[in-house]
């Protein structure tokens, strides 16, 4: 390393700031990576490593035709992605691109301010995919390279070192700092503030409104938050009781559960939601999904409280927002543990959906029905004898809980229940309902979150997309809609204790984990805490939260209009703060100095150019020697300016007239010479 830094310190300075540079436009798209097209990704890497090459080895850039052919190239391959050079994705691919091209064409000044400029605006389109306190850290740390270089680029002289143009940028900084909180808490804000209304966010995993057999699965290993939750009083239910419901699933086609149209669930009914004991209330932090459902513990009787949104139920219990959730939302919520929903008795045909099953599939499943039916202890019996049977096979007939069960075919009910007889929480859920169903008993698959994971630094329960969960629901005469999760009976722990399928650490986690088996939770927990506070009061501070402001400062009903005075207000008030400032900055100067140094600036246009150490009595016989007479009042002017400041006081003598006033009224009147040396 301390060769590399002698290595690096004896560069020229162009390689040296060339270098610093690249180093900068690395960081900026570093967190593009994985968004980026791959070629896009390699040719900006190639281009820069080639043109830090290029720099070291003081070599000619490439010419115009190497350029040209490198934009065009680049030009067809984005179009070829993403079939538009439109558009947020396409956008983002030619601003990286066209940044890293840019610097095969860095010769001047000029240059170097558009790259500056241009890695500026790629810089803000990181937060077009996150706006996480990791990515926010690691664009402040650009916006200071960025900042560094600018500074760099305006001290031509010599050969200044970085660490000089660092400290000026972090003073820059932290001067625009207070404009820059005062936009944050007062500039209007309207959603979404990043992205566009097209934004298909294709990379978000997380529940969706279909259900392949084994695509939960997949989830099971996505570490990635889901939702946090703070429960008021930090009295949260019992862990089995955590049940976060997402889309509710009813059509099935043997291999893909998907949810009822309205028409076919019934929108003109009610959900019929009957509770009991007391409610539990909470908010809900939920993470960009690009889905319209709001999750809510069940069941929850009122709608969620979701600022911007308009929330809508559904007899199936689930809440859905106007528009799909594309920014970190939060809102409240109330929920019932114990409750029933549903109709009480079968009535116009409103369940028969909840039967259906595609025609000649699953045979041996139900045979097994059959069978059941015909079971002498069973005979006649209830819904829930039915259940219980089933879940009773469940526990003594072998089956295992696993993430690999293996490819399932066509009939996944019946290679679940008599070969395979090992699945995740989705094939056990499935089954079920096929054999339900084959029993004549209404079903359905509800998909959602179950449990989560309290942080105890801040209290906040985190569920995570590795929480995702399906379970079923059975209809019965007299009671309604009932949960019955069979994945209970396969494995409890799944339940109870929470106990989850997780991917082996990485070899750092693991190594640290090694040493101390709780540093690595407790190290999470912290970092995930602190992205809390990041998510609470940066990323969703909305325009109720500015609204609310302005209220804790006295007005009664503000409004976007008295947020807009607020900030013009603070703006001119920083702003003659700022002139007072610059002022007060002046008046700390020596005036004498100043007075000099307009005296010296008046000569220079006169073609009379004087260093700036030149003291006054030098400066009024160079004016004699160059521009003789005319020069006459110049010459006593500038020594009765040396006489002021060096002279003694003579005593009994006035000195008005060589007062430093004095001088600088004389300064304004006097006739300077014009470039016309004496010859």
Known sequence: MKQLMQRLSALPRDARDTLFLLAVISLIVLPQAEHLPWWCTAITALVLLWRGTLAVQAQPLPGKWWRIGLLALTLAATYATHRTLLGRDAGVTLVVILLALKTLELRARRDAFVIFFLGFFAMLTNFFYSQSLLTACTMLLALLGLLTALVNAHMPVGRPPLMQAARTAGWMALAGAPIMLALFLLFPRFAPLWGTPSDAMTGRSGLSNSMRVGTIAELALDDRIAARVKFDGNRAPPQNQLYFRGPVLAQFDGREWTALPSWARGAQWSANLRVSGEPVRYEVTLEPSNRPWLLTLDAAQRAPEAAGFEVTGTPDLQWFANRPVNDLVRY?????????????????????????????????????????????ALNQATTPAFVQAALQRLRTGGYTYTLEPGVYGDDTADEFWFDRKEGFCEHIASAFVVLMRN?????????GYQGGELNVVDNYWVVRQSDAHAWAEVWQEGVGWMRVDPTGSVAPGRIGQFQRLVQQPGLFAGAIGAMSPTLAQNIRAAWEAVNNRWNQWVLNYTQSRQLNLLKNIGFSAPSLEDLAYVLLYLLVGASLAGAAWTLWERSRHDPWLRLLGQARTRLAKAGLRLPETTPPRQMAQAADARFGPTAQAVREWLLRLEAQRYAKATPGTSEASDSLAALRREFRRLHWPTANPRG
């Open 332 to 376: 409240r919520a109330e929920s019932y543990t114990q409750f029933q929903s549903g109709p009480l008795k079968r009535a116009g045909g409103q369940l028969q959906a909840y039967l259906a099953l595609p025609p000649d599939t699953n045979p041996r499943t139900a045979a097994l029905a059959a069978e059941m039916r015909n079971d002498p």
């Open 439 to 447: 029993l004549q008993i209404p079903a359905r698959i509800v998909t």
